[in-house]
């Protein structure tokens, strides 16, 4: 176990470095760094040159990258268009986004997980065919029509949320939450339902029931216990894509997050706020997928045995 | 040895009378799929007395193992349905009981061990963990106690280490290791009948051995009825007191073990005896059963065997299939020409068989061709070559 | 949409499975598998339902004119936000536009944004698992380790920085805006169909027809192209599928967040985008509803087309 854990932290180490390559590459040295800088007009060639330095964008590419790494590692991440630093715009709005998003895992489990099971012990009857049929429509609908029609229906027209999350207070983040984590709702009901079905195939579920254990057991821990060890992986991977997701969320329920702040330094033009932005945002995943990973080996004895 | 065995007082409500354990009644059983329905068992009977062992022998796909299922109620249902008869435990129809009374039988009364060691432990449980489980959940005992009981077992069915290794998981035992943590937990509740499912087929030879006289020492010690579950003549031979042969879903023949070798009454029998490899003979070409096994959607007219049959009449082709009926001492046959075979002299195996090696059954074979999502040739012609011994067992036989 | 990261895990799981039921069934030149797989198919509603939505879908993107006769790009501002009337079945939206002519005319953009990034992300992800699967070693470590860096890019958030540094401006030509998106989108989706076709090699390889052929004296490139490739093709194309789904989403999303396609392009992410905002959706809801159905709908028939042939490679979940 151990030996997995430190092998599994040294291969995130090059795909954290060359990750923040990209992003550094992509907004800096290919695109224009100080588009944006001056509001909508181009910059001042002095300020240009200015800029130019203070990243030593005139060095070849790893060598900017070195000191760029060098930024990050002392907490840097560059300065917002209002002249804030990034690190302490994000400070301010991740409490936000962590409820939001702990909000939508906890629908995702919660609800996810009963439908998945429901369905999966009465494979091929009403039950599990609504839960395909629901949770197949649900995949199908992008986040940001969900998040509409939530909006006016739960928040417009019957009034029973906020249709707006300004504040971030929890009771206002709901309804955000529960959208955000619908799409993944579905997919670990799917997940669950069919982790269930091919489990109670086994062999050693049929042992659970030979040994005269009661169906409520055989299902909730001979079954269950094998069943959640993809979705525990599932969750992991869906981190990343909850992110992606915020942006969509937050944006249509104005809730004050990195999502919604991402998006608005993407229509500023603010290079440095997005990079900074992402690059937590990456980094939060990939430690969620070594988590997750790490995780798996607990929870399934034949990884960490190995 | 004996002494630290009987683990628990056994004070069970269950008593057989005249030491009969066990009687199967004109059992059925059906799996309705989407392709149609596989009559997978038509009308097995059998009993089982006090430390006697039955073995039911066939290729997959003949019903043993669903028979197995059944008496345990645990067929898949969907898609498997008992459509008739009695399965009787200590005089009473265990069929007819409801689900709650019936999983006190599993376990403490009848319980079961399993072809694949390795998929049929819960891969993500302490074996020690899943023996005390018996213990805990049937009697209650408290967790300390059901992993001493665990501990004990393990020694018991001679695992070395037991004591270090309660905590280990399935996959860090060896298949011998792990078949007899299935028997330790099949064994626990000292139930009165052992059901084992093609115990040895996942194992090598040398281990082999030792599970059958482990299983066989047991069940002397227990005095448990055992139901020997094999598609292996050879495994056979030195453990069972009768064999039940099943057919396409029947019991073809049924005899005291040196009777069905010396002389059997059904063509099926003779057709498996003389697949048998023998060192007396060599150079000689194997003899097979020609044909296939029938598909279960689709069992021939009369006797299912009459198209692989050498001695097939016209009677053997009209409905109804020829009765199990009483064709000698202590024996039964379903075959219209019984008496012929047995009037016949000295074929084909007297000198006993050899210990033949079935080539691998090919796992859940059984259950797969009557689910038949598949396309039936092909799990039919698996089947043929890992029961009635291709070249496999050829090579393994005359090696010894 | 945000979807194909959610898609890893289960799919991952499900390519090992639908792996599984191929490695079961050895076919050369896969035939008996693909036919085995069609006469599945046939049975199978959701997979015609599916068939013929995307067959009306890529006809309204080739010859929208089938379709409606209007105009997508005229507006009369004077009939602005009509509710849906005869004249036009879904109304008009807040500048005059007639929305039933721009939801038929937007689905070019997605469909065109979908299967080519499909279209990519199976050649460049096919070749890259293949290779790596293969080949095993060092090269299979250093392909794998280029795709971690890239898987480190949720979909959209990756979607959004890339399309961030290369900008459509309004007005930029379709196809180049459009390429772009296909671009961008391949650019991080590829290493997950490269892990699925990784991982479905592996487990076709060690089979003993292809040690068989092996042995038999077959070339490097026969064995991967008669042995491997058919067999292990399945879980791919079941990715691919469902990912086309998954990439109009995205594109959409991208549009909708204003930094993917680009007015006066007609696409339904912007109109959906225009719709949007609580004020307009209380007056208007028909703006945001069309496009938004046609959308969903879009994106439902490619899951289930994918679904459908999942289920017939892997008949064991039925």
Same mark, same amino acid.
């Given at each position: 176990?151990?030996?997995?854990?430190?092998?599994?932290?040294?291969?995130?180490?090059?795909?954290?470095?060359?990750?923040?390559?990209?992003?550094?590459?992509?907004?800096?040295?290919?695109?224009?760094?100080?588009?944006?800088?001056?509001?909508?007009?181009?910059?001042?060639?002095?300020?240009?040159?200015?800029?130019? =330095?203070?990243?030593?964008?005139?060095?070849?590419?790893?060598?900017?990258?070195?000191?760029?790494?060098?930024?990050?590692?002392?907490?840097?991440?560059?300065?917002?268009?209002?002249?804030?630093?990034?690190?302490?715009?994000?400070?301010?709005?991740?409490?936000?986004?962590?409820?939001?998003?702990?909000?939508?895992?906890?629908?995702?489990?919660?609800?996810?997980?009963?439908?998945?099971?429901?369905?999966?012990?009465?494979?091929?009857?009403?039950?599990?065919?609504?839960?395909?049929?629901?949770?197949?429509?649900?995949?199908?609908?992008?986040?940001?029509?969900?998040?509409?029609? =939530?909006?006016?229906?739960?928040?417009?027209?019957?009034?029973?949320?906020?249709?707006?999350?300004?504040?971030?207070?929890?009771?206002?983040?709901?309804?955000?939450?529960?959208?955000?984590?619908?799409?993944?709702?579905?997919?670990?009901?799917?997940?669950?339902?069919?982790?269930?079905?091919?489990?109670?195939?086994?062999?050693?579920?049929?042992?659970?029931?030979?040994?005269?254990?009661?169906? =409520?057991?055989?299902?909730?821990?001979?079954?269950?216990?094998?069943?959640?060890?993809?979705?525990?992986?599932?969750?992991?991977?869906?981190?990343?894509?909850?992110?992606?997701?915020?942006?969509?969320?937050?944006?249509?329920?104005?809730?004050?997050?990195?999502?919604?702040?991402?998006?608005?330094?993407?229509?500023?033009?603010?290079?440095?706020?997005?990079?900074? =932005?992402?690059?937590?945002?990456?980094?939060?995943?990939?430690?969620?997928?070594?988590?997750?990973?790490?995780?798996?080996?607990?929870?399934?004895?034949?990884?960490?045995?190995? | 040895?004996?002494?630290?065995?009987?683990?628990?007082?056994?004070?069970?409500?269950?008593?057989?009378? *005249?030491?009969?354990?066990?009687?199967?009644? *004109?059992?059925?059983?059906?799996?309705?799929?989407?392709?149609?329905?596989?009559?997978?068992?038509?009308?097995?009977?059998?009993?089982?007395?006090?430390?006697?062992?039955?073995?039911?022998?066939?290729?997959?796909?003949?019903?043993?193992?669903?028979?197995?299922?059944?008496?345990?109620?645990?067929?898949?249902?969907?898609?498997?349905?008992?459509?008739?008869?009695?399965?009787?435990?200590?005089?009473?129809?265990?069929?007819?009981?409801?689900?709650?009374?019936?999983?006190?039988?599993?376990?403490?009364?009848?319980?079961?061990?399993?072809?694949?060691?390795?998929?049929?432990?819960?891969?993500?449980?302490?074996?020690?963990?899943?023996?005390?489980?018996m213990f805990r959940k049937h009697r209650g005992t408290n967790r300390t106690d059901a992993m001493a009981q665990a501990v004990r077992l393990m020694e018991r069915v001679q695992i070395p280490g037991a004591k270090q290794r309660v905590r280990a998981y399935p996959h860090q035992f060896s298949g011998g290791m792990r078949q007899r943590i299935m028997i330790a937990m099949a064994i626990a509740l000292d139930p009165a009948v052992l059901i084992a499912d093609e115990p040895t087929t996942a194992l090598d030879v040398t281990v082999q051995a030792q599970i059958m006289s482990l299983l066989k020492e047991l069940q002397t010690e227990r005095r448990m009825g055992l139901i020997l579950i094999t598609h292996d003549l050879g495994v056979v031979a030195d453990v069972a007191d009768r064999i039940a042969v099943m057919y396409a879903g029947r019991i073809v023949e049924q005899a005291d073990v040196f009777d069905l070798y010396a002389q059997p009454g059904h063509p099926y029998t003779e057709g498996l005896l003389e697949s048998i490899p023998r060192l007396d003979q060599k150079g000689q070409r194997l003899a097979a059963i020609g044909g296939l096994p029938p598909n279960l959607m689709h069992i021939p007219s009369g006797c299912p065997f009459h198209p692989r049959c050498r001695y097939a009449e016209d009677v053997c082709r009209a409905d109804p299939p020829p009765p199990l009926r009483e064709v000698g001492v202590h024996r039964l046959a379903a075959c219209h020409v019984s008496e012929r075979l047995l009037a016949k002299e000295g074929t084909p195996a007297q000198?006993?068989?050899?210990?033949?090696?079935?080539?691998?059954?090919?796992?859940?074979?059984?259950?797969?061709?009557?689910?038949?999502?598949?396309?039936?040739?092909?799990?039919? *012609?698996?089947?043929?070559?890992?029961?009635?011994?291709?070249?496999? *067992?050829?090579?393994?036989?005359?090696?010894? | 949409?945000?979807?194909?990261?959610?898609?890893?895990?289960?799919?991952?799981?499900?390519?090992?499975?639908?792996?599984?039921?191929?490695?079961?069934?050895?076919?050369?030149?896969?035939?008996?598998?693909?036919?085995?797989?069609?006469?599945?198919?046939?049975?199978?509603?959701?997979?015609?339902?599916?068939?013929?939505?995307?067959?009306? #879908?890529?006809?309204?993107?080739?010859?929208?004119?089938?379709?409606?006769?209007?105009?997508?790009?005229?507006?009369?501002?004077?009939?602005?936000?009509?509710?849906?009337?005869?004249?036009?079945?879904?109304?008009?939206?807040?500048?005059?536009?007639?929305?039933?002519?721009?939801?038929?005319? +937007?689905?070019?953009?997605?469909?065109?944004?979908?299967?080519?990034?499909?279209?990519?992300?199976?050649?460049?992800?096919?070749?890259?698992?293949?290779?790596?699967?293969?080949?095993?070693?060092?090269?299979?470590?250093?392909? $794998?380790?280029? +795709?971690?860096?890239?898987?480190?890019?949720?979909?959209?958030?990756?979607?959004?920085?890339?399309?961030?540094?290369?900008?459509?401006?309004?007005?930029?030509?379709?196809?180049?805006?459009?390429?772009?998106?296909?671009?961008?989108?391949?650019? #991080?989706?590829?290493? $997950?169909?490269?892990?699925?076709?990784?991982?479905?090699?592996? $487990?076709?390889?060690?089979?003993?027809?292809? $040690?068989?052929?092996?042995?038999?004296?077959?070339?490097?490139?026969?064995?991967?192209?008669?042995?491997?490739?058919?067999?292990?093709?399945?879980?791919?194309?079941?990715?691919?599928?469902?990912?086309?789904?998954?990439?109009?989403?995205?594109?959409?999303?991208?549009?909708?967040?204003?930094?993917?396609?680009?007015?006066?392009?007609?696409?339904?992410?912007?109109?959906?985008?225009?719709?949007?905002?609580?004020?307009?959706?209380?007056?208007?809801?028909?703006?945001?509803?069309?496009?938004? #159905?046609?959308?969903?709908?879009?994106?439902?028939?490619?899951?289930?087309?994918?679904?459908?042939?999942?289920?017939?490679?892997?008949?064991?979940?039925?």
């Amino acid at each position: 176990m151990v030996s997995y854990t430190i092998r599994r932290i040294l291969q995130m180490i090059p795909v954290l470095l060359g990750a923040t390559f990209i992003l550094f590459a992509a907004v800096f040295a290919l695109g224009d760094p100080s588009a944006g800088r001056c509001g909508q007009r181009p910059c001042p060639p002095g300020y240009i040159a200015k800029f130019r =330095a203070e990243y030593h964008l005139d060095q070849p590419l790893l060598v900017q990258y070195g000191y760029y790494l060098g930024k990050l590692f002392r907490g840097d991440l560059g300065t917002s268009f209002y002249g804030n630093p990034v690190a302490h715009e994000l400070a301010i709005r991740y409490p936000t986004t962590i409820k939001l998003t702990v909000i939508a895992i906890l629908c995702e489990v919660i609800i996810g997980v009963a439908a998945g099971v429901l369905a999966g012990i009465r494979k091929g009857r009403f039950l599990d065919n609504l839960v395909l049929i629901s949770t197949l429509l649900v995949i199908s609908i992008p986040v940001f029509v969900i998040g509409n029609l =939530a909006q006016l229906v739960f928040g417009v027209k019957l009034e029973w949320f906020p249709p707006t999350a300004g504040q971030g207070s929890l009771y206002e983040l709901l309804l955000p939450g529960f959208v955000l984590g619908a799409l993944s709702v579905a997919y670990i009901s799917r997940l669950t339902r069919n982790s269930v079905v091919e489990n109670l195939r086994t062999d050693y579920v049929r042992t659970a029931r030979a040994k005269g254990l009661s169906n =409520a057991r055989v299902i909730s821990v001979h079954t269950l216990r094998n069943s959640l060890i993809p979705v525990v992986t599932f969750i992991g991977t869906d981190i990343g894509s909850l992110m992606g997701g915020a942006i969509v969320t937050e944006r249509i329920f104005n809730v004050n997050g990195i999502g919604n702040f991402i998006f608005r330094s993407i229509n500023q033009k603010d290079g440095q706020s997005v990079v900074g =932005a992402v690059l937590i945002l990456v980094v939060v995943y990939l430690v969620m997928n070594l988590i997750v990973d790490l995780l798996y080996g607990v929870l399934d004895p034949r990884i960490s045995n190995d | 040895m004996a002494s630290t065995t009987k683990l628990v007082d056994k004070t069970s409500s269950w008593q057989p009378t *005249d030491g009969l354990l066990l009687e199967v009644d *004109d059992l059925q059983v059906e799996f309705r799929t989407r392709d149609g329905v596989a009559k997978a068992i038509n009308g097995v009977s059998f009993e089982l007395r006090e430390g006697e062992t039955l073995s039911i022998l066939g290729e997959s796909g003949s019903g043993k193992s669903v028979s197995a299922q059944a008496i345990m109620g645990i067929l898949d249902s969907p898609p498997g349905f008992i459509t008739g008869g009695q399965v009787r435990y200590c005089g009473t129809d265990i069929l007819t009981l409801p689900e709650e009374q019936r999983r006190r039988i599993r376990g403490p009364e009848i319980s079961m061990v399993f072809q694949d060691a390795l998929s049929a432990l819960n891969p993500v449980f302490p074996v020690g963990w899943q023996i005390a489980e018996m213990f805990r959940k049937h009697r209650g005992t408290n967790r300390t106690d059901a992993m001493a009981q665990a501990v004990r077992l393990m020694e018991r069915v001679q695992i070395p280490g037991a004591k270090q290794r309660v905590r280990a998981y399935p996959h860090q035992f060896s298949g011998g290791m792990r078949q007899r943590i299935m028997i330790a937990m099949a064994i626990a509740l000292d139930p009165a009948v052992l059901i084992a499912d093609e115990p040895t087929t996942a194992l090598d030879v040398t281990v082999q051995a030792q599970i059958m006289s482990l299983l066989k020492e047991l069940q002397t010690e227990r005095r448990m009825g055992l139901i020997l579950i094999t598609h292996d003549l050879g495994v056979v031979a030195d453990v069972a007191d009768r064999i039940a042969v099943m057919y396409a879903g029947r019991i073809v023949e049924q005899a005291d073990v040196f009777d069905l070798y010396a002389q059997p009454g059904h063509p099926y029998t003779e057709g498996l005896l003389e697949s048998i490899p023998r060192l007396d003979q060599k150079g000689q070409r194997l003899a097979a059963i020609g044909g296939l096994p029938p598909n279960l959607m689709h069992i021939p007219s009369g006797c299912p065997f009459h198209p692989r049959c050498r001695y097939a009449e016209d009677v053997c082709r009209a409905d109804p299939p020829p009765p199990l009926r009483e064709v000698g001492v202590h024996r039964l046959a379903a075959c219209h020409v019984s008496e012929r075979l047995l009037a016949k002299e000295g074929t084909p195996a007297q000198a006993g068989p050899a210990p033949a090696t079935g080539a691998g059954d090919g796992g859940g074979g059984d259950a797969g061709a009557h689910h038949g999502d598949h396309g039936d040739e092909r799990g039919g *012609d698996g089947d043929m070559d890992g029961d009635m011994g291709g070249d496999g *067992d050829v090579e393994g036989g005359s090696g010894r | 949409m945000t979807d194909t990261e959610q898609l890893t895990a289960e799919t991952r799981d499900e390519a090992a499975r639908a792996g599984g039921s191929a490695v079961n069934t050895p076919v050369a030149g896969g035939r008996s598998l693909w036919a085995d797989a069609w006469r599945e198919l046939r049975h199978n509603p959701l997979f015609w339902i599916s068939a013929v939505l995307i067959l009306l #879908i890529v006809l309204m993107a080739v010859v929208p004119q089938l379709f409606t006769s209007t105009d997508p790009t005229y507006a009369n501002l004077s009939t602005a936000r009509t509710p849906p009337n005869r004249a036009h079945i879904f109304g008009i939206d807040n500048q005059g536009y007639d929305i039933y002519a721009r939801t038929i005319h +937007g689905a070019r953009a997605s469909v065109l944004v979908g299967l080519g990034t499909a279209v990519f992300t199976l050649i460049i992800g096919g070749f890259f698992g293949l290779v790596a699967g293969y080949a095993g070693g060092w090269l299979d470590a250093v392909l $794998q380790r280029i +795709g971690d860096i890239f898987f480190a890019f949720p979909l959209l958030l990756g979607g959004l920085v890339f399309l961030y540094t290369f900008p459509s401006n309004p007005g930029d030509p379709f196809i180049e805006m459009v390429a772009k998106i296909i671009l961008v989108l391949t650019i #991080i989706a590829w290493p $997950q169909t490269a892990r699925v076709m990784r991982a479905s090699v592996l $487990q076709v390889k060690p089979s003993d027809y292809i $040690q068989a052929a092996r042995a038999l004296g077959a070339s490097g490139p026969r064995i991967i192209f008669r042995h491997i490739l058919p067999n292990a093709l399945g879980p791919v194309i079941v990715i691919a599928t469902i990912n086309l789904g998954v990439f109009i989403g995205v594109e959409a999303t991208l549009s909708f967040l204003g930094i993917g396609l680009q007015p006066p392009t007609i696409s339904w992410g912007i109109d959906i985008s225009n719709a949007s905002g609580i004020g307009l959706v209380r007056a208007a809801p028909y703006m945001l509803l069309f496009p938004s #159905i046609f959308l969903s709908i879009t994106v439902l028939a490619f899951i289930m087309l994918g679904d459908a042939v999942r289920d017939a490679l892997d008949p064991k979940l039925r």
